[in-house]
């Protein structure tokens, strides 16, 4: 029998297609998971915001995200370690003052030290290169929490019967002298099998001004200034108040430090040293 070589495929007959994900779009949080060195633990947070390093995301185009959406890298998306999924955010580029809006539908990055993994859109239009970027990340609380109360598993649909409204996302806009630079439009994603559709964000991004900052590594959540102070003289770090809910927190930074693997050491060290929540940011 003679074979046939057909688009890469060795085959007798004829080449069988790719398996087709299904979306079956949804409300989650998730349970902890990990990469080599941390764990993160997800959680609901409707007006979440904080600074970090941004890098490409490397998932497969067509598999299922965490939420249940089917990934494109062409579309404006991003995963977080932590936050609930779907969550609409603002992400700036510190180093050139580009800012996109996007949904974030997966977890990841899957490497210690980052906050956010953006899709080749979202990364292209924030003028990214190959390596992660400063950015500051954050959410927009209305358009978030209208996810998780209109969305399969959410708050809302637990607790009634009624029919499931579309969502309905709000625009990019500019704000502050920002100016809009509109670059496509967006196609309308696939419907899951729940009925909802979950249209893409704007392919836009804002141009503001570049505001670079110094990388630290950050250890929250320590109750008390003293046992604060007791980790800082032990590492040369320096102590902060931060609010948690209605209480003071104590967190402390070390640093600051000139270049990525230099924070990336000091954040693997204090990961070594228990400090789970350690983190970089940018100042």
Known sequence: ?????????????????????????????????????????????????????????????????????????????????????????????????????????????????????LSTQAANLLGMGAGPAQVRIVEDEVASRQLAETLPGGVALQIEAAPREQVVQSSLGGSGGVSVVAVGGGAESAPASTGVRLPDLPVAYAQGYAAPGMLWVETMDFTSRSAAVMQAGGHGGVVRPVMSGQSTMWAVRQGPFATISAADAALKQALANGFNGSHIVVE
């Not at 989650?28 to 490409?56: K, S």
């Not at 977080?80 to 809006?101: D, S």
């Not at 539908?105 to 980052?114: F, H, S, V």
């Open 1 to 117: 029998m003679k074979k046939v070589v057909f688009w890469g495929c060795l085959l007798l007959a004829s080449c069988s297609p790719a398996p087709t994900a299904h979306p079956d779009v949804h409300y989650t949080v998730g349970a902890a998971w990990h990469v080599p060195g941390q764990w993160f633990y997800p959680r609901e947070e409707f007006a979440w915001q904080g600074t970090g390093l941004a890098v490409r995301q490397d998932g497969r185009e067509g598999e299922l995200t965490a939420d249940g959406e089917v990934r494109s890298m062409a579309t404006m998306t991003a995963s977080h370690p932590t936050l609930q999924l779907p969550a609409i955010v603002t992400v700036t580029n510190l180093e050139n003052g580009r800012q996109v809006r996007v949904r974030v539908n997966d977890r990841g990055p899957a490497q210690m030290g980052r906050a956010l993994a």
